[in-house]
């Protein structure tokens, strides 16, 4: 049974930094899409960033290239985004999701039912 859990969330001024993870049990991940999406209040889901499977590549958003940055730890089965330069506008639930490869990821990710409860990042000053 496919299994995610985010941590890491908080609240911090613009400019701040905060590191996600996600603990995923229950598959090989690094066999599946892995990515982070997020959704603010009154706003639509959107694909963040996304390991293709088996690490072949990145991809990330335009509002957080140059900032995010997503990493997966395979012995860990564990997936990460560290957040740089924070701003308001990053202010959001971030899910972790996961999905098979169908290619793309960011639609079967964004579709995907395979998510966490979500954790909350609100950037504020």
């Known amino acids: 049974q496919v299994h995610l859990v985010e941590s890491g969330g908080g609240s911090v001024p613009p400019g701040g930094s905060l590191r996600l993870s996600c603990a995923a049990s229950?598959?090989?991940?690094?066999?599946?899409?892995m990515g982070w999406i997020r959704q603010a209040a009154g706003q639509e889901r959107e694909g963040v960033a996304f390991i293709y499977p088996d690490g072949s590549g990145t991809y990330y958003s335009d509002s957080v290239k140059g900032r995010f940055t997503i990493s997966q730890d395979k012995d860990k089965n564990t997936l990460y985004l560290q957040m740089n330069s924070l701003q308001h506008d990053d202010t959001a639930m971030y899910y972790c999701?996961?999905?098979?490869?169908?290619?793309?990821?960011?639609?079967?990710?964004?579709?995907?039912?395979?998510r966490g409860q979500g954790t909350q990042v609100t950037v504020s000053s």
């Open positions: 229950g598959f090989a991940s690094q066999s599946y899409c």
């Open positions: 999701a996961a999905a098979g490869f169908s290619a793309s990821c960011l639609g079967p990710l964004l579709a995907s039912n395979y």
